[in-house]
């Protein structure tokens, strides 16, 4: 009478597997998944082509009736309305071919552009074993002499000063191998105080003499000549290479048992995210001046540089503390248990980890910073969004210009926010350690 | 009361309790802000001891353990641990953490480094032995423990059994003289706490000192000399393993013995 099952059952042999039915496999499958899941999907896939036909019948012509060949933006508007008829629009790239040197170099003396396409060339290279841990190591060597190359390339003048630094460096180094042995404590005060009493009073002297027995310079180029992505390069390379290890600091620091030290942190950081950026190069260009010592009057484009640094490094102190966060405490637990000790502990176990989970925080940040390098324009710097194309329209040639610039510098700005936010994926992938 | 379910006879040749002290723990107190987690420790381990400490959750018997190597800093009294006391000094703390191996309940793997990454990284960095011979000690320990051959995989890679033999592995690697497991076998499917248990007798038969916190009793009563009942942060009972399931003294081990062993 029951129809319920009660009987035993066993299973002879195992079902072997099968392929599903071909409803349920390749194109027919992700389009019904993916666009015509249900009623509401199918309306949202047919308004965004609609939005797309729009977009793309809109600006197309623009591009069509693009314009290469010509002196002014008057010869540019002739030529279109020439070929497509009256009032009809079009791009001038015209402008581009005449002036595309200046949104790349500023006003970089021409005859010196090979300097800084050799530093644009070296900062691939030097990135290259920092970003492809497959490369040989032996290539970090140059990474490491590449910051002060590159200085020297752009700026120009003498090589001693750029040499001293590098000496000072390699004096702290060899302090902290000799003395390492005996007291580590030591060790890190020498290789601090020893470097900066060489910077301040040994490289004064030295410079003098060597620069009359050995006259090693180039020639100088100022700082106002840069401009264009020169100078957003040279900012936002030199900002993203010095905000990481700040902003490791930092975050340590907010995490920090000692209370001076975590409470320095937190003032800093809240104090650079709580100001917009744009105080903060205000401050650069105009009040620092009053807080260094009378006579010092340092390189505009270092002082920005400087603040930019800053301002990345409280977010991302920020962005890595929440990393440190997510870490199970098992971890710092593992690591002490083991005798390793704090600065151990850190390098090998939790930053590794910590950083892994901020890589996206982390390359969301550098993106951000690298675009609002575009800001220094507001102290007078010629950024490539709005500097160069201003200058660029001060010419009674191309007075009127509007969308070409923006397109343009637009557009090698997605390249460049591209490949970062891409290279960042790929290191996600790269690090993925299967489920944990 | 059910008999312990290991299969194979345990070899207690190498199982001798020496008089040399290995912890002293006196008068130890533990706050968590107000809240009195251990009140008044007073025990002694000697060498070669294997004892099993049980009790409630929320008696401190993991807090009391994890005061051994100064996971948790305790407030008042003394605790020596082969012959360093633990203070504020991280000498001390370093000394005695190098002598002192832990697993976890969670393992607490590190799961960016390889297993064979995982053993090695405290030899190298701590006892600053070279890469080769690191590497040498921990094949030799994960092949006592049965995972030679996952040596190059990831923790996450692993069964939970797996990882806990390797946390046994990692620990092993150090030399340690002393080894504290809190709860090695509580995160584990039935299937593998057998396995886990299995490389903890290896290492109670080979002599080591080990204390451990578990709700193994058939553990206890098969490898411990001893066994110590802790309730609301102080030690209650204590006595072999004998006399402390057949015939417990006081009421609340009773009660204790009654709920786990009842079913």
Redesign the interface.
């Known amino acids: 009478m029951s129809t319920s099952q009660t009987a035993a059952f066993v299973r002879k042999d195992m079902l072997p597997p099968k392929d599903p039915p071909t409803s349920q496999a390749g194109l027919v499958k992700w389009l019904r998944e993916n666009l015509f899941a249900s009623w509401l999907n199918t309306v949202l896939t047919l308004a965004s082509l609609f939005v797309i036909y729009l977009l793309v019948t809109h600006f197309y012509p623009w591009f069509r009736h693009s314009v290469w060949n010509a002196n002014s933006i008057a010869e540019c508007r002739t030529a279109i309305a020439a070929t497509w008829g009256e009032g009809a629009t079009g791009a001038c790239w015209a402008m581009l071919r005449e002036r595309w040197h200046q949104f790349i170099f500023g006003f970089y003396p021409p005859e010196l552009y090979w300097r800084p396409i050799a530093v644009f060339l070296g900062l691939l290279l030097a990135v290259a074993p920092v970003l492809f841990t497959q490369l040989p190591r032996q290539m970090l060597l140059f990474s490491l002499t590449y910051p002060l190359l590159a200085i020297w390339l752009l700026w120009g003048g003498s090589a001693w000063p750029v040499i001293m630094i590098a000496a000072g460096f390699g004096i702290g180094y060899l302090a902290l191998r000799i003395l390492g042995d005996i007291s580590a404590i030591l060790a890190v005060v020498v290789a601090i105080v020893a470097p900066v009493l060489f910077w301040l009073f040994a490289v004064g002297p030295l410079d003098e003499v060597l620069t009359k027995v050995i006259p090693l310079a180039i020639e100088p180029v100022a700082s106002d000549r840069f401009g264009g992505f020169l100078l957003a390069i040279t900012i936002g390379a030199g900002g993203i290479a010095l905000s990481l290890p700040l902003g490791i600091i930092l975050a340590l620091g907010r995490q920090s048992n000692m209370f001076l030290i975590k409470s320095f942190s937190v003032m800093f950081i809240e104090f650079i995210r709580g100001v917009p950026l744009i105080t903060l190069l205000f401050v650069a260009s105009l009040l620092l001046n009053y807080f260094l010592p009378p006579g010092t009057n340092f390189d505009i484009i270092l002082r920005v540089m400087i603040l930019v640094t800053m301002f990345a490094a409280a977010y991302i102190a920020e962005v890595i503390r929440g990393g440190l966060a997510a870490l199970?405490r098992?971890?710092y637990?593992?690591a002490?248990?083991?005798?390793?000790?704090y600065w151990?502990a850190q390098r090998?176990?939790i930053l590794?980890?910590a950083l892994?989970i901020s890589i996206p925080g982390i390359v969301s940040t550098f993106i951000g910073m690298f675009k609002d390098t575009t800001l220094v324009t507001f102290v007078g710097l010629f950024d490539p969004l709005k500097g160069i194309p201003d200058f660029i329209r001060a010419d009674f040639n191309w007075k009127g210009i509007y969308w070409e610039p923006f397109v343009f510098v637009g557009a090698i700005f997605f390249i460049l926010n591209f490949s970062m936010s891409r290279y960042a994926m790929y290191l996600e992938r790269k690090?993925k350690?299967?489920?944990? | 009361m059910t008999e312990p379910h290991f299969e194979r006879d345990i070899d207690r040749s190498h199982m001798q309790v020496s008089d040399e002290v290995a912890i002293q723990i006196e008068n130890m107190n533990k706050w968590y802000g107000q809240f009195h987690v251990l009140r008044d420790i007073n025990l002694t381990v000697n060498r070669g001891e294997r004892i099993v400490i049980a009790g409630p959750s929320g008696s401190g018997k993991s807090t009391m353990i994890r005061c051994i190597?100064?996971?948790e800093e305790h407030q008042s009294g003394k605790i020596i641990v082969d012959g360093t006391e633990l203070t504020s000094d991280?000498k001390n703390i370093?000394k005695v953490?190098?002598e002192?191996?832990?697993v976890?309940q969670?393992?607490?793997?590190?799961?960016?480094l390889t297993i064979l990454e995982n053993c090695t990284?405290?030899p190298i960095?701590?006892r600053k032995i070279p890469k080769k011979e690191a590497e040498e000690t921990a094949m030799y320990f994960l092949e006592k423990v049965k995972i030679p051959d996952q040596a190059l995989k990831?923790?996450?890679?692993l069964s939970g059994g797996q990882q806990q033999r390797v946390a046994i592995a990692?620990?092993l690697c150090?030399k340690p003289r002393i080894m504290l497991f809190d709860e090695p076998t509580s995160a584990l499917d039935p299937e593998m706490i057998k396995e886990v248990l299995d490389t903890m007798i290896e290492l109670a038969e080979e002599g080591m000192t080990m204390l451990c916190v578990t709700h193994e009793m058939g553990f206890a009563q098969a490898v411990a000399n001893r066994v110590i009942f802790m309730d609301q942060g102080q030690i209650v009972e204590q006595n072999n393993p004998h006399d402390f399931f057949n015939n417990p003294q006081s009421e609340r081990t009773k009660l204790f013995l009654s709920q786990i062993l009842g079913h």
């Open positions: 199970p098992g971890q637990e593992a002490d248990a083991l005798g390793l000790d151990k090998l176990i590794p980890q892994k690090l350690r299967d489920h944990r | 190597n100064r996971l991280l370093d953490r190098s002192v191996g832990m976890f969670h393992f607490n793997l590190f799961p960016h990284l405290a960095w701590v990831y923790p996450g890679q990692r620990s150090m």
